[in-house]
């Protein structure tokens, strides 16, 4: 069926270390995967996306990659920072149902100092 | 300030009373979409617009009405609310038809008692 999960429901880094959140998906139709963060009383806001047809994408401090084998998605930041500590969501856009989203049930990263 | 607005952001309301959240983006965004965020169940899309007039449903409609009568606002109307859409609300936009990039409101948190 159509789901996004995540492996982690919370994961704890220490300040500058690198932080991989991870996320797996079912649906092979999917067409674009998304990355969306959301700190504590805010709506989410969009992080970087990735299409099904390319395994990796970098952003600023931040790269996606994609295996399409095993249906896996993952966020890596780059020297976590106290200002990364949110709840982070994968999505996925199913290319034959246009601008529909569905969203995993979030990893809450939590930064130590 | 481009952004993504919606009223009322607290509402507390009784089962059977109609109500309508209204949101507003003042960036020309072609895509709209509400989505309500629920404890364990992460984001649920529940409607989206690709254009005006145009509006899909999402993964949990029932319940739910929307419009698109213009490009910036996409009101959320509930014509009978009962306790179980008591959640969390957002709004978002995005400027591609895909909904990929999609800024969010700030939510609106109803209780139907």
């Known amino acids: 069926g159509e789901s996004v999960g995540l492996h982690l429901p919370t994961l704890s880094v220490q300040e500058g270390d690198n932080s991989i959140i991870n996320c797996a998906y079912s649906n092979s139709a999917s067409d674009y995967f998304i990355w969306y963060k959301q700190e504590s009383g805010k709506g989410p806001q969009f992080i970087i996306d990735?299409?099904?047809?390319?395994d990796k994408r970098q952003g600023q401090r931040v790269t996606v990659l994609l295996n399409k084998t095993v249906k896996h998605l993952s966020l890596q930041i780059a020297a976590t920072q106290p200002g990364d500590s949110a709840v982070y969501f994968c999505?996925?856009?199913?290319?034959?149902?246009?601008?529909?989203?569905?969203f995993g049930q979030g990893t809450e990263l939590s930064v130590k100092p | 300030e481009a952004q993504v607005t919606q009223n009322p952001r607290y509402l507390i309301t009784v089962t059977g009373k109609k109500l309508t959240v209204t949101c507003s983006q003042n960036?020309?965004?072609?895509?709209m979409s509400w989505y309500r965020q629920d404890p364990g169940l992460g984001l649920r899309q529940i409607y989206y617009s690709m254009n005006v007039e145009v509006t899909d449903k999402g993964d949990v409609p029932e319940g739910y009405k929307v419009s698109r009568k213009e490009k910036r606002n996409f009101p959320l109307i509930l014509e009978s609310p009962s306790p179980n859409q008591t959640s969390l609300y957002f709004c978002?936009?995005?400027?591609?038809?895909?909904?990929?990039?999609?800024?969010f409101g700030p939510g609106t948190r109803l209780t139907v008692l």
């Open positions: 978002a936009s995005s400027p591609n038809d895909r909904g990929n990039e999609q800024f």
């Open positions: 999505a996925e856009n199913m290319y034959n149902q246009g601008g529909k989203l569905i």
């Open positions: 990735i299409r099904s047809n390319m």
């Open positions: 960036m020309n965004h072609e895509y």
